[in-house]
């Protein structure tokens, strides 16, 4: 059964709007694992806009099951995960622009460059997890950078119209997960999941963990972490 890991970035995203201090997100991650979450991930974005620097640092003290820190494959970065030795570190691509990442990381033209940036994260004692498409090309060449695991993009698949579109993303992750143990590497996935469309998802044997943060945030805002965390892990153990 996959473990389950929240992402809490869209409690900062409504504590910026104000640019105030509530809802603390570190105070959402703290509910998250009294109610069963099994890691903790932030993304900190170049444009900082809904985690800050101190919220990581405070994460970084405060969580006590696993701290994933999502981030670009920037200088800053690599830096910022060195001094705060997150758990995980995984890389995604970034834009400004963007309301939410968009689509899985460029691996294959960047072999050389991920191969010497994995390895620096690596040596400072944190597991490497690499986000991409459901594309083989991608997932043989995430091995070949010596990361850790890989993060399958689930977002194609979430947002599916039809029953038969859902099917063939569904079967198009399957099918990179499968790949993807072959090489040895751990898997996860994540982006677009929510209460409806998880269970297929949980049902891949080869899923270790489901990375979800919006649909839980969003379910919080009406009955409160503790129960759309358990709520959610009922899904999955379903």
Do not use: C
Not at 31 to 42: N, S, V
Not at 106 to 111: F, L, N, P, Q, T
């Amino acid at each position: 059964m996959p473990k389950l890991s929240v992402n809490i970035d869209h409690i900062a995203t409504i504590r910026q709007a104000r640019q105030g201090t509530e809802p603390d997100p570190v105070a959402a991650a703290v509910l998250a694992e009294l109610a069963g979450a099994e890691g903790i991930i932030a993304h900190l974005r170049e444009d900082r806009r809904h985690v800050q620097d101190r919220d990581l640092r405070l994460l970084r003290e405060t969580v006590r099951t696993k701290l994933n820190m999502e981030m670009a494959a920037t200088n800053e970065m690599q830096r910022i995960a060195i001094e705060m030795k997150p758990d995980f570190s995984t890389l995604v691509p970034e834009k400004r622009e963007e309301l939410t990442t968009e689509g899985g990381l460029e691996v294959a033209s960047r072999i050389d460059f991920l191969k010497s940036y994995v390895a620096r994260l690596q040596q400072g004692g944190i597991i490497v997890s690499l986000f991409v498409d459901p594309d083989g090309k991608q997932i043989a060449a995430s091995k070949k950078t010596g990361a850790d695991w890989v993060e399958i993009h689930t977002g194609a698949y979430a947002n599916a119209r039809t029953e038969k579109d859902r099917h063939h993303e569904l079967v198009k992750i399957v099918e990179a997960v499968k790949l993807a143990a072959s090489l040895g590497l751990r898997i996860g996935a994540g982006h677009g999941l929510n209460y409806v469309n998880v269970r297929s998802i949980a049902r891949i044997p080869e899923v270790s963990e489901l990375n979800i943060g919006h649909s839980i945030i969003s379910r919080a805002a009406l009955v409160g972490m503790d129960r759309a965390v358990r709520e959610m892990n009922q899904l999955i153990e379903a």
